[in-house]
């Protein structure tokens, strides 16, 4: 995968502007796997500067980190499990996660059917317990496509109570309040001095008038500690 770094990053954008990527699938990791190596900590910040790289490359486009896949070795008890794949393919899974890229356990699918021992007796994979051949990479593409189809559906499906959660408790429209128009019929020259004199005549009104007000006739203004604000029926 280190040779991804070596291609012109120029090239590739101009490669997506001719045709732009929707996906792009990351596979690695095989060749490093080794039994007695369970650390991959600094393998995993490769595979994140490579999702970097492919970001700014096809800045558009989704990417997928496909997991090592399962592999068995010989020892004194026989064919057994290579348990240090596990631990690279959660190292992958941290650094897809780091990266914002998606993630896909090909260890995990393949030990659902029995592993790399399976693919061997099925004839899915080669002698050598490492590398699964045509038919078994055609097993392994129709569970990744099932992993998308259902992951497009759990995307949906979330959505879908997204929006259910995010309908307005108020589901009718309100009523519109009709305001009384007032048609002014008289010239702009008598509107001014009927304003004036109405202002006048209510100024003279206050100075005259001598008696106070009563109670009922005061406004009562709603104070923060006196407003009780109720909430909407749901």
């Not at 780091?98 to 896909?104: D, E, S, V």
């Not at 693919?119 to 593409?141: C, L, P, Q, S």
């Not at 129709?142 to 992951?151: I, N, S």
């Amino acid at each position: 995968g280190q040779a991804m770094f070596k291609s012109n990053a120029a090239v590739n954008a101009q490669i997506n502007t001719m045709r732009p990527y929707d996906l792009v699938v990351l596979q690695y990791g095989l060749n490093i796997l080794q039994a007695d190596r369970h650390n991959y900590s600094l393998y995993a910040e490769q595979v994140e500067k490579m999702i970097r790289y492919v970001e700014q490359c096809f800045p558009e486009a989704a990417i997928l980190v496909m997991g090592v896949s399962d592999r068995s070795h010989k020892n004194e008890d026989g064919i057994v499990e290579m348990t240090s794949a596990r631990d690279l393919s959660e190292s992958q899974r941290s650094a897809a996660e780091a990266g914002g890229a998606a993630f896909w356990s090909t260890y995990d699918a393949m030990r659902k059917v029995g592993g790399m021992t399976t693919f061997v007796n099925n004839g899915w994979a080669g002698k050598d317990y490492t590398h699964i051949n045509y038919a078994g990479g055609r097993e392994i593409a129709r569970a990744l496509y099932f992993a998308l189809l259902q992951g497009a559906q759990n995307y949906s499906r979330m959505l879908h109570e997204r929006i259910e959660q995010s309908k307005p408790v108020i589901t009718e429209p309100l009523q519109e309040i009709d305001l009384p128009t007032v048609e002014n019929t008289l010239p702009p020259t008598e509107q001014v001095v009927r304003d004036t004199t109405a202002t006048a005549t209510m100024a003279e009104e206050v100075v005259t008038t001598t008696e106070e007000p009563t109670t009922s006739a005061k406004p009562t203004i709603a104070t923060a500690e006196t407003t009780t604000l109720t909430p909407l029926a749901r």
